[in-house]
C-alpha cells in the first residue's frame, strides 16, 4: 500500500485561502438553494393539500 503525503496536494499560503474562499462561498450558495427549494416544495405541498384537501 503506497501512502499519499496529502500536504504536497494542498497549495499553500494565500492560493490555499483563495481556494478557501471559493470553497466556502459555494457551500453558503448551495445551502441557501436547498433552503429556498425546502421553503418552494414545502409551501408547494401544503397549498396542494389546502386546495385538494
Known sequence: MTL???SELE?????ADHW???RNR????VA????G????TGGGATLFALLVG
Open 4 to 6: 499519499i503525503n496529502h
Open 11 to 15: 497549495p499553500d499560503g494565500e492560493a
Open 20 to 22: 478557501s474562499e471559493r
Open 26 to 29: 459555494r457551500i453558503r450558495v
Open 32 to 35: 441557501w438553494i436547498v433552503i
Open 37 to 40: 427549494a425546502l421553503i418552494v
